[in-house]
T-cell receptor
């Protein structure tokens, strides 16, 4: 079953602009994570936000979480061409302690120099 | 430090042939292990996950199977491949906790079934 849904599916911006990606999910969670994937490579973890947190920062990344709306956003500030990649949100299930993590369909970000 | 190895990186197989993809993790004990599949331009579909030796949870009914013969070894298999099995297969591991934390991914195995 699909848990996380990202939008937009694709985003094209100029270097220096900010990029915002959104994620919605369906069940109660313990945490929500964001990952990055360069074309043809494995995923790399970016940031984890717990269900009792509302905002978290890591370098140029800012993640917000609204558990009442079951949504999260990832903001990349001052984007660079090297930020070009696909970005995925992933959620666990607060009622399933078995270690399962479900990914969304991703947002494909293109940053033009 | 922990590392994850996944192989082969690329393979082309005829329909009806068997499949074996292998994943091993080094530098940690008793990890959660995962197999995901990614179709072209799509998100990741969870196929199997394991919280211990011999403990496999299957998420999607299909002609694939997974085994965990050793603590840090996870194998994805098929007896007879279908065209629809083509895709990018990713193995991952995480630390066992009361919640699912960060996943560490391998570099993937690209399977083309002809």
């Amino acid at each position: 079953s699909q848990q996380g849904e990202e939008d937009p599916q694709a985003l094209s911006i100029q270097e220096g602009e900010n990029a915002t990606m959104n994620c919605s999910y369906k069940t109660s969670i313990n945490n929500l994570q964001w990952y990055r994937q360069n074309s043809g490579r494995g995923l790399v973890h970016l940031i984890l936000i717990r269900s009792n947190e509302r905002e978290k920062h890591s370098g140029r990344l800012r993640v917000t979480l609204d558990t009442s709306k079951k949504s999260s956003s990832l903001l990349i500030t001052a984007s660079r061409a090297a930020d070009t990649a696909s970005y995925f949100c992933a959620t666990d299930d607060a009622y399933n302690q078995g270690g399962k993590l479900i990914f969304g369909q991703g947002t494909e970000l293109s940053v033009k120099p | 430090s922990q590392t994850i190895h996944q192989w082969p990186a690329t393979l082309v197989q005829p329909v009806g042939s068997p499949l074996s993809l292998e994943c091993t993790v080094e530098g940690t004990s008793n990890p959660n292990l995962y197999w995901y599949r990614q179709a072209a331009g799509r998100g990741l579909q969870l196929l199997f996950y394991s919280v211990g030796i011999g403990q496999i949870s299957s998420e999607v009914p299909q002609n694939l199977s997974a085994s965990r013969p050793q603590d840090r070894q996870f194998i994805l298999s098929s007896k007879k491949l279908l065209l629809s099995d083509s895709g990018f297969y990713l193995c991952a591991w995480s630390v066992q906790r009361g919640y699912t934390g960060e996943l560490f991914f391998g570099e993937g195995s690209r399977l083309t079934v002809l």
